[in-house]
């Protein structure tokens, strides 16, 4: 597709469910993020791929979240457990050699 | 600390007005800084970049001072639709590739 394209757009789940999250880039990016966004709130980096190499996880805030970017395209972003407080809007973005970087619509999760 | 600091906002300015939005980094060893605009409930998506000469797209302009370490936004004769929040985007070497993003500052443009 011609930009970032996220699944699904709005997702309810129970606390203490397992979700995925899926991204998928703009073609021919090489890098790709994870953002995360409660409401009122600013971004929050949570990880960043880039390429072959390892993936900067410095953002994650704790080991119930995960990601993986298969074959250098799609990404997935999994919260196992989920918490009430991890109810927000997971923003993906990709870049082209880390020039501008373009955001999807993101993935509204909510936690009840 | 933050890595980067940007007027609290809100603010509330009349159509024509001229505002002026300010951003500040730590990291000097920043390389490219941009302006993002967020609509309510919408993803964020590039106003323009910031080159250090400084540059204009109609009724935007961007400054950088690289030795304050300082970023601005100006928005002459402002109009309704100008109402979003902007967001202050800096990326650089010790950032690995990441962008930081600014808190944000929220403009409504009032009729």
């Known amino acids: 597709g011609a930009g970032v394209s996220q699944s699904p757009s709005n997702k309810v789940t129970e606390k203490g469910k397992d979700v995925e999250l899926r991204c998928d880039p703009i073609?021919?990016?090489?890098?790709l993020y994870w953002y995360r966004q409660s409401l009122g709130q600013g971004l929050e980096f949570l990880i960043y791929?880039?390429?072959?190499?390892?993936?900067?996880k410095s953002g994650l805030p704790s080991d119930r979240f995960s990601a993986e970017r298969t074959g250098g395209s799609v990404s997935t972003l999994t919260i196992q457990r989920t918490q009430q407080e991890d109810s927000a809007v997971y923003l993906c973005?990709?870049?082209?050699?880390?020039?501008?970087?373009?955001f999807g619509e993101g993935s509204w999760l909510t936690v009840v | 600390r933050k890595e980067v600091e940007q007027d609290p906002g809100p603010f509330n300015v009349p159509e024509g007005a001229t505002v002026a939005f300010n951003c500040t980094y730590s990291?000097?060893?920043?390389?490219?800084f941009f302006w993002y605009r967020q609509d309510c409930r919408k993803e964020p998506k590039l106003l323009m970049s910031?080159?250090?000469s400084g540059n204009e797209d109609g009724r935007f302009t961007a400054q950088l001072n690289r030795a304050s370490q300082y970023i601005s936004l100006l928005i002459r004769d402002s109009k309704l639709s100008d109402s979003a929040t902007y967001l202050c985007?800096?990326?650089?070497?010790?950032?690995?590739?990441?962008?930081?993003f600014g808190p944000g500052t929220r403009l409504s443009v009032l009729p």
């Open positions: 973005a990709s870049s082209l050699q880390g020039n501008t970087i373009y």
């Open positions: 791929f880039q390429g072959n190499s390892a993936p900067d």
């Open positions: 073609s021919g990016h090489t890098a």
């Open positions: 990291n000097s060893a920043s390389q490219s």
């Open positions: 910031v080159y250090s």
């Open positions: 985007v800096v990326r650089g070497i010790n950032y690995g590739q990441n962008f930081v």
